[in-house]
Nanobody, 119 residues
Framework: QVQLVESGGALVQPGGSLRLSCAAS????????MGWYRQTPGKQRELVAS???????NYLDSVKGRFTISRDNAKNTGYLQMNSLRPEDTAVYYC?????????????WGQGTQVTVSS
């Protein structure tokens, strides 16, 4: 079985920075695309950033220039560097990965990590 574990969420002041990590473990053969989503109460989960197997990236307009998604294939880990954080970035952030394992290919989700931007 494949598991995704996020870490790095915290309380940070506006203008601050955080780096989220998403570590994948299990019988992984390859990780194709990875993405970071966020969700606040009463709202739909939205895609914040994604990275393909060929390292093509895509960002939500409101985070362009502030957030950077990356991956370390050797460690099966993805990252989201978040700079110039704003109160409206407050949310639970979820990692998603398109993984090929010994049982086949499917999407997996992490449990989420809370990011709170407040003074």
């Amino acid at each position: 079985q494949v598991q995704l574990v996020e870490s790095g969420g915290a309380l940070v002041q506006p203008g601050g920075s955080l780096r989220l990590s998403c570590a994948a473990s299990g019988n992984i053969l390859s990780i194709n695309a990875m993405g970071w989503y966020r969700q606040t109460p009463g709202k739909q989960r939205e895609l914040v950033a994604s990275i393909t197997g060929s390292d093509t990236t895509n960002y939500l307009d409101s985070v362009k220039g502030r957030f950077t998604i990356s991956r370390d294939n050797a460690k099966n880990t993805g990252y989201l560097q978040m700079n110039s954080l704003r109160p409206e970035d407050t949310a639970v952030y979820y990692c998603n990965a398109d993984v090929t394992s010994i049982i086949g290919r499917r999407d997996y989700w992490g449990q989420g990590t809370q990011v709170t931007v407040s003074s």
